[in-house]
């Protein structure tokens, strides 16, 4: 139950960054020329649901999901509305604002993936070890044998 509770919480905070994001933007073009707003809401959501949770790993995937739908938008939907261009737009004789290259933010979520990983390699492993501590047996005194001289 833990985990289908983790997986709905990171969900819901990296739709709700990159909704408030895409709100934003919309509000204030400018957000769009550069990337660092896009980061900043994406390492909110991983905060918000590491903070939540107390644990980093759900918090890094949050990031990395909010990021990954931060990079959608950027590519996908904002060029369909008027007044948006992408990056690699040619040049337009009306205003427009031009919106900065997504690339950084995949970056910045694979390596937050990457992270995640790592993180969940280094849980599994602690409770392998863990595991074998507890079943094997105690290590008990030194015995030695002592054997009597034949007659």
């Given at each position: 139950m833990?985990?289908?509770?983790?997986?709905?919480?990171?969900?819901?905070?990296?739709?709700?960054a990159?909704?408030?994001?895409?709100?934003?933007?919309?509000?204030?073009?400018?957000?769009?020329?550069?990337?660092?707003?896009?980061?900043?809401?994406?390492?909110?959501?991983?905060?918000?649901?590491?903070?939540?949770?107390?644990?980093?790993?759900?918090?890094?995937?949050?990031?990395?999901?909010?990021?990954?739908?931060?990079?959608?938008?950027?590519?996908w939907?904002l060029?369909?509305?008027?007044?948006?261009?992408?990056?690699?737009?040619?040049?337009?004789?009306?205003?427009?604002?031009?919106?900065?290259?997504?690339?950084g933010?995949?970056?910045?979520?694979?390596?937050?993936?990457?992270?995640?990983?790592?993180?969940?390699?280094?849980?599994?492993?602690?409770?392998?070890?863990?595991?074998?501590?507890?079943?094997?047996?105690?290590?008990?005194?030194?015995?030695?044998?002592?054997?009597?001289?034949?007659?």
């Amino acid at each position: 139950m833990a985990i289908g509770a983790s997986i709905r919480d990171v969900g819901l905070a990296a739709l709700v960054a990159a909704a408030l994001w895409t709100a934003l933007v919309l509000a204030a073009p400018v957000l769009v020329t550069n990337v660092g707003a896009g980061l900043i809401g994406s390492v909110a959501a991983g905060a918000v649901v590491a903070v939540r949770r107390r644990r980093a790993g759900p918090g890094a995937l949050a990031s990395a999901v909010s990021a990954l739908l931060i990079a959608l938008v950027i590519s996908w939907a904002l060029p369909s509305i008027p007044g948006f261009v992408s990056h690699d737009h040619p040049p337009v004789h009306t205003p427009a604002t031009r919106m900065a290259d997504p690339i950084g933010l995949l970056a910045f979520a694979v390596l937050l993936v990457l992270i995640t990983g790592a993180l969940q390699a280094r849980t599994s492993a602690r409770n392998r070890h863990r595991a074998r501590r507890a079943t094997s047996p105690a290590p008990g005194p030194n015995e030695m044998v002592v054997e009597r001289p034949a007659p």
